[in-house]
Structures are given as structure tokens and as C-alpha cells.
């Protein structure tokens, strides 16, 4: 889905930046694969471990927390 669309929209100079939580999400790698082919600057967020994505981006940027909650109050 998301590689279509960085195909058919990107240009190169552009910047893909790639969001998964897990690291694994198979579209989201597509997308990501498909904009550093397509000669787009890559970024990556991502959290637990990273997972695949990290191997696919320009710069990659890891919250290694496996919570997707925050374990903050606010006031």
C-alpha cells in the first residue's frame, strides 16, 4: 500500500519517514524499500527492538519500550 504511493509520489530529494511501533509492520518496509529505491532520504520510528525497518532507513530512530502507553501523568 504505502510503496505505491511513495512510487507514485516521491521524487528524489524527498524524505520517506516510516512509524511502527514493533519495527515489522510489512507495509511500512515496502513503503520504505520503495522510497530509498526511488532515491528518497529514509527516517525511521520505530520502538521495542527496531525490528526489519531500522534496516531500511537513512536514520533510524528506536524507543526501545515494548508499551505503546505512556507511563507518564500530565497535569
Avoid: W, Y
Amino acid at each position: 500500500m504505502f510503496a505505491r504511493q511513495v512510487e507514485a509520489l516521491g521524487r528524489p530529494g524527498d524524505v520517506a519517514i516510516g512509524i511502527s511501533t514493533s519495527g515489522g509492520s510489512p507495509n511500512v518496509v515496502l513503503g520504505l524499500q520503495a522510497a530509498r529505491a526511488g532515491g528518497l532520504a529514509t527516517i525511521g520510528l520505530t520502538g521495542r527492538d527496531g525490528g526489519v525497518t531500522g534496516c531500511h532507513v537513512d536514520v533510524h530512530v528506536n524507543v526501545p519500550e515494548a508499551s505503546t502507553r505512556g507511563s507518564r501523568k500530565c497535569s
